[in-house]
């Protein structure tokens, strides 16, 4: 049985088997076997209240939301999926929202693209609880939709402004309309949100983040590139105990980087979300730069 | 690491199993490509009562434009304007505001245009007295106090544009037979739809309201040609037609 004594969260009686992830926890102790998804929550959060603080407490740092903002009255940032999207309807916007997209591609050009997913995205926050619950419940794998999914749906997000002349992701697109609810007090569309934690939790597996979203899509083709990755430097010691597969969000990338020729999780699904680095009792996992590596190599 | 890999024979994809994986998803998709323009083209009609912010582009360019960002919402130091909630009138995350509630301030230095970064509010809107957010229309002849020989004027003396975009025309008061009763008259030209008139009417319901260009005007038709009266006036009587 587990020992039950720094996790709050376990309330319920009736599990008899060995908690997730006690290994790492026994091992580590609970900081270091929960380090990354604390900061990614403490990410998540400060993003947000750095939005909120404006329209809640009138300290203006960043205005407007995730589609578009300006940092302290002057630097001009914006979701290039959005900004994509007006392109294709035709219009020609303001330089402000160009840049603005531009700088974000940019940062997540070097940084990891779906860096946004696990540590900015706040839908990420909903989709990661209904994962939690689905596992406390332990509720049952159900059939895999196609990783591909995600990519015709970006082609569709891209391809209908240019038929129909408007940006009609924007009606759906889970991210804004959580931001726009925190922010804006418009909560009435969260309904999408609700929708997107149920087919999570009982329809498939991971559906929208590993699946469907089309930000994470363009997101994930941004950050091919980027020279930040989670790299399985030590996989001659995983003990197969499988919790990284339990955890991780695109449990696809794994098993090329443990079993592979290349440690590095190249796989541009990753969230880099540092989860796998928790987990494992063993220390399998570890973020790298994949220039610095190169350059040190070649010395 | 140095484990066998048993994955490299499986890795070539199986033509025929990613061409059905493929049709199906793209089956999957047009549909939601469907489903998703339906819900916009529907809600894509601006509720009659949402007017724009200043500068606001037609509204198809204006729902191409807007990346739903509340920059405009932001700015504006009065809380005019509004981001449209979903299953409201307005397409949900677009700018709108209800005069009745808060009307436009006609800011001169117009901050929520020079905020918006898509230019779906248009940069080009540099004097405020030329915005068109909407017209005022007097749409209650009947209840509206200046039409009963009252003088109310508040709509009138409110308007920013006082004697220019509302005017007040004097009429012989019919049912008093010695009195004047003075019509409170919208020049379309030069409203600007503020709503400030709107805001201000002392009614319970205001019987003055602004309405989105698109609804509140009339239009010619290309082929009439009656447009010149005193030509057409000229014409007839030159062929001898009785008036
Ligand atoms: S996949 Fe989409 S919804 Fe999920 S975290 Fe990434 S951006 Fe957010
Ligand atoms: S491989 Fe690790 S870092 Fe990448 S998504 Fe999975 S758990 Fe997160
Ligand atoms: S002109 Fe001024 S009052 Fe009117 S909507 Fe813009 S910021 Fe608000
Ligand atoms: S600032 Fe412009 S893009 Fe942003 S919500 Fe207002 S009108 Fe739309
Ligand atoms: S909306 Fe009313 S107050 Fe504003 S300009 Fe027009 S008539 Fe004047």
């Known amino acids: 049985m587990t020992n039950g004594m720094s996790n709050t969260k376990m309330k319920t009686p009736g599990a008899a088997q060995t908690r997730f992830a006690q290994a790492a926890i026994d091992e580590l102790g609970w900081w270091r076997a929960h380090k990354f998804l604390f900061l990614r929550r403490a990410s998540q959060l400060c993003v947000l209240l750095t939005f909120a603080i404006g329209p809640w407490m009138g300290l203006w740092v960043l205005k407007g939301n995730l589609s578009s903002s300006e940092l302290l009255g002057t630097v001009p940032l914006s979701d290039p999926l959005v900004t994509l999207q007006v392109l294709m309807t035709g219009h020609l916007p303001e330089t402000a929202l160009l840049v603005g997209a531009l700088l974000i591609a940019l940062f997540y050009l070097l940084a990891g693209g779906r860096v946004f997913c696990s540590w900015v995205c706040p839908v990420n926050l909903v989709t990661d609880c209904a994962s939690w619950l689905r596992r406390k419940l332990r509720l049952p794998r159900t059939a895999e939709m196609p990783r591909g999914l995600r990519y015709y749906l970006l082609a569709l997000v891209l391809l209908l402004p240019l038929v129909t002349g408007i940006t009609v992701w924007e009606w759906v697109n889970p991210v804004p309309i959580l931001y726009r609810a925190l922010l804006f007090g418009a909560g009435s569309g969260l309904w999408i949100l609700a929708m997107i934690f149920l087919l999570d939790l009982f329809i498939s597996e991971r559906a929208w983040c590993g699946h469907l979203c089309p930000t994470g899509a363009l997101f994930a083709l941004l950050g091919k590139a980027s020279p930040v990755k989670v790299s399985a430097v030590n996989a001659s010691a995983c003990d197969n105990c499988m919790d990284c597969f339990e955890v991780c969000p695109e449990r696809q990338v794994l098993k090329p980087a443990l079993k592979g020729d290349n440690p590095m999780i190249v796989d541009s699904d990753c969230t880099q979300c540092g989860r796998c680095i928790d987990v494992c009792a063993q220390r399998v996992f570890q973020y790298q730069n994949r220039i610095a590596l190169k350059a040190e190599n070649n010395q | ?243």
Request: charged residues 20%; glycine residues 6%; neutral net charge.
């Open chain 2, 1 to 243: 690491m140095s484990q066998v890999n048993r994955n490299s024979k499986a890795k070539g994809v199986n033509r025929r199993q990613f061409l059905a994986t493929t049709a199906r998803a793209g089956c999957a998709m047009g549909l939601l490509g469907l489903g998703v323009s339906g819900v916009a083209k529907q809600s894509s009609h601006l509720d009659p009562m949402a007017i724009r912010p200043p500068g606001a582009l037609d509204e198809q360019d204006f729902l191409s434009a807007c990346v739903r960002c509340g920059l405009c919402v932001q700015a504006c130091p009065y809380d005019t304007l509004k981001l449209a909630r979903w299953f409201e009138g307005a397409p949900t995350g677009t700018p709108y505001f209800t005069a009745r509630t808060v009307p436009c301030e006609m800011c001169e230095d117009i901050p929520c245009v020079k905020a918006c970064p898509s230019g779906s509010l248009d940069h080009a809107l540099t004097n405020i007295d030329e915005a068109k957010m909407g017209i005022a229309v007097l749409i209650d002849e009947k209840n509206c106090l200046n039409f009963k020989g009252l003088r109310c004027d508040v709509c009138y003396r409110v308007c920013p544009l006082i004697d220019n975009a509302i005017t007040l025309e004097r009429q012989h008061n019919q049912r008093s037979d010695h009195h004047a009763m003075f019509l409170p008259t919208v020049n379309s030209d030069t409203c600007t739809g503020c709503g400030k008139c709107e805001h201000a009417c002392v009614l319970e319901e205001a019987a003055i309201k602004v309405l989105p260009a698109h609804i509140a005007l009339g239009k010619t038709a290309t082929h009439d040609t009656y447009i010149n009266t005193e030509e057409t006036t000229l014409e007839m009587l030159n062929k001898g037609l009785t008036l």
